[in-house]
């Protein structure tokens, strides 16, 4: 079992920033791919950013250039870091964590950009 608890919502004025932080414990293993997805209202959820196990990261055409996901080894951490935002980017955001096999998620954590 991996438990994946998020932190760092919140409400943001446009043009505003915010920092998403993701931490796994439990059965973690080497070799895995941690990210964050989104919901907004009446929307499917969707992947934001991805990180791998080596470093490697993935975004969404609409993210990129404003957010940057990254990751503490050592904290077993990922952070998404959210500059620009728009209200557009309004959603629960949530951290997820594979492992071929496996597949958690955490509970979500909602972010808000408005005037």
């Known amino acids: 079992q991996v438990q994946l608890v998020e932190s760092g919502g919140g409400l943001v004025q446009p043009g505003g920033s915010l920092r998403l932080s993701c931490a796994a414990s439990g059965s973690i293993f080497s070799i895995y791919v941690m990210g964050w997805y989104r919901q907004a209202p009446g929307k499917q959820r969707e992947l934001v950013a991805d990180i791998t196990s080596g470093g490697t990261t993935h975004y969404a055409d609409s993210v990129k250039g404003r957010f940057t996901i990254s990751r503490d080894n050592a904290k077993n951490t990922v952070y998404l870091q959210m500059n620009s935002l728009k209200p557009e980017d309004t959603a629960v955001y949530y951290c997820?964590?594979?492992?071929?096999?496996?597949?958690?998620w955490g509970q979500g954590t909602q972010v808000t950009v408005s005037s």
């Open positions: 997820n964590y594979q492992h071929p096999g496996f597949d958690y």
